[in-house]
């Protein structure tokens, strides 16, 4: 019950995935990203189990079609899952069991996947395909938006959407950017709200934790000639 990106950025490196769902917290049991290996969506009748066995196989350094090979094969509730990856290499692979419903698929490209299961029609996983595909030259965090958004405007899931969430990690042990919309009535623009007010922040959070003399995130913005980042 979830549309989804996959992606790892050729210039950055960057990996991240992007999902929204008529779930709550979505952000809490499906996203995966392990730094400078690969990411992962693990959806559909989401299991926090094969989530954990998903990054534990990427940590390992098993390239994207051999991690949904091992999770797919390994589970016996595998017609009732959806799983994406990329790796650090930019393979991509998915797996769209059998029973996620009539508008459930899965498109590979270059460094990415989109995918999505129970959907109000077979436009929504193109739609995001193609955002990915046309974005190429844009930053990592904003092609998974653009995705997310070409996804609900293609007609999203085939029940409201309660909930979405971003992550992503560059080189650092600690996330580049980790944005969740826990329950919203409109996710995926909230999720934008706050993702437009957060970019800017980006370089600022980076060097934060080696130069914790770092003026205050309002100053710097401020410096730097940015509006506040509250609302």
């Given at each position: 019950?979830?549309f989804t990106a996959v992606l790892r950025c050729p210039r950055?490196?960057?990996?991240?995935?992007?999902?929204?769902?008529?779930?709550?917290?979505?952000?809490?049991?499906?996203?995966?990203?392990?730094?400078?290996?690969?990411?992962?969506?693990?959806?559909?009748?989401?299991?926090?189990?094969?989530?954990?066995?998903?990054?534990?196989?990427?940590?390992?350094?098993?390239?994207?079609?051999?991690?949904?090979?091992?999770?797919?094969?390994?589970?016996?509730?595998?017609?009732?899952?959806?799983?994406?990856?990329?790796?650090?290499?930019?393979?991509?692979?998915?797996?769209?069991?059998?029973?996620?419903?009539?508008?459930?698929?899965?498109?590979?490209?270059?460094?990415?996947?989109?995918?999505?299961?129970?959907?109000?029609?077979?436009?929504?996983?193109?739609?995001?395909?193609?955002?990915?595909?046309?974005?190429?030259?844009?930053?990592?965090?904003?092609?998974?938006?653009?995705?997310?958004e070409a996804g609900r405007d293609a007609g999203g899931e085939?029940?409201?959407?309660?909930?979405?969430?971003?992550?992503?990690?560059?080189?650092?042990?600690?996330?580049?950017?980790?944005?969740?919309?826990?329950?919203?009535?409109?996710?995926?623009?909230?999720?934008?709200?706050?993702?437009?007010?957060?970019?800017?922040?980006?370089?600022?959070?980076?060097?934060?934790?080696?130069?914790?003399?770092?003026?205050?995130?309002?100053?710097?913005?401020?410096?730097?000639?940015?509006?506040?980042?509250?609302?």
């Amino acid at each position: 019950m979830t549309f989804t990106a996959v992606l790892r950025c050729p210039r950055s490196k960057m990996l991240g995935v992007a999902m929204a769902t008529s779930s709550i917290a979505v952000g809490n049991r499906c996203p995966v990203v392990v730094p400078r290996m690969g990411a992962a969506g693990v959806q559909a009748i989401a299991d926090p189990r094969l989530t954990l066995t998903c990054a534990r196989l990427i940590g390992l350094g098993l390239h994207a079609p051999k991690v949904v090979e091992e999770l797919a094969t390994g589970d016996p509730e595998r017609d009732l899952r959806q799983i994406g990856v990329v790796d650090a290499y930019g393979h991509a692979a998915g797996f769209t069991g059998a029973g996620n419903g009539v508008h459930a698929a899965h498109i590979l490209g270059p460094g990415f996947v989109a995918m999505g299961n129970a959907l109000a029609n077979d436009g929504v996983v193109p739609a995001i395909a193609a955002s990915l595909t046309a974005s190429v030259e844009e930053p990592i965090e904003v092609r998974l938006m653009l995705a997310l958004e070409a996804g609900r405007d293609a007609g999203g899931e085939h029940k409201p959407l309660n909930s979405s969430a971003m992550l992503i990690y560059a080189d650092e042990p600690f996330s580049y950017l980790d944005l969740r919309v826990d329950l919203h009535d409109t996710p995926v623009h909230e999720l934008r709200s706050i993702l437009d007010r957060f970019r800017p922040l980006l370089p600022y959070f980076q060097e934060r934790p080696y130069n914790p003399r770092l003026a205050t995130h309002s100053k710097w913005l401020a410096d730097n000639g940015h509006p506040p980042a509250h609302r």
